[in-house]
T-cell receptor
């Protein structure tokens, strides 16, 4: 069974550019979340989408946006890139089972802004 | 200020030793999770603890949820080089539908 897949795996961009990161969830999972993990830190929540609607947003500037498609895949867009946006961007698909969340993470996209 | 504080941040020990890492908060959670992350990979869920005082075992790993549901610990017995990695605790924030992670404990087991 395919897990969560993210593309690309690595990316180098210049300050001021924009970037689009892609995520395909596990088949049957309708919820996709995005996290940013800066080197040496734990992941920080950016967005959650469920059935194409935004259900949660973290403390990130408006330069960050996302969407979910009818097939439940998702894109994360970041505009006007800053050096500080360099990080591992993780996508997670999940099933909610009562009050317990079972999240499956992709391998991430390593974004370097120069 | 981190909602979840993990300690220690770094730990390097010899193969065969035992170790404990901690995840502490001043907040009460309905559940806490532990993940392990290897370089170049996403976090992988190890366990979810739900009930205060709960203890779960996964081979040589023992996870405990505090009685007050504010903290958790991970104990590894007879550590092996394959245990090397970043260990993350996380709490689900109900309503906000997000996981909040600690900063992680980077564990290195030396042969």
């Amino acid at each position: 069974d395919a897990g969560v897949t993210q593309s690309p795996t690595h990316l180098i961009k210049t300050r001021g550019q924009h970037v689009t990161l892609r995520c395909s969830p596990i088949s049957g999972h309708k919820s996709v979340s995005w996290y940013q993990q800066v080197l040496g830190q734990g992941p920080q929540f950016i967005f959650q989408y469920y059935e194409k609607e935004e259900r949660g947003r973290g403390n990130f500037p408006d330069r960050f946006s996302a969407r979910q498609f009818p097939n439940y895949s998702s894109e994360l867009n970041v505009n006007a890139l800053l050096l500080g946006d360099s990080a591992l961007y993780l996508c997670a698909s999940s099933l909610e089972q009562g009050r317990v969340l079972r999240a499956f993470f992709g391998q991430g996209t390593r974004l370097t802004v120069v | 200020t981190q909602l979840l504080e993990q300690s220690p941040q770094f730990l390097s020990i010899q193969e065969g030793e035992n170790l404990t890492v901690y995840c502490n908060s001043s907040s009460v959670f309905s559940s806490l999770q532990w993940y392990r992350q290897e370089p170049g990979e996403g976090p992988v869920l190890l366990v979810t603890v739900v009930t205060g005082g709960e203890v779960k075992k996964l081979k040589r790993l023992t996870f405990q949820f505090g009685d007050a549901r504010k903290d958790s610990s991970l104990h590894i017995t007879a550590a092996q080089p394959g245990d090397t990695g970043l260990y993350l605790c996380a709490a689900l924030i109900q309503g906000a539908q997000k996981l909040v992670f600690g900063q992680g404990t980077r564990l290195t087991i030396n042969p």
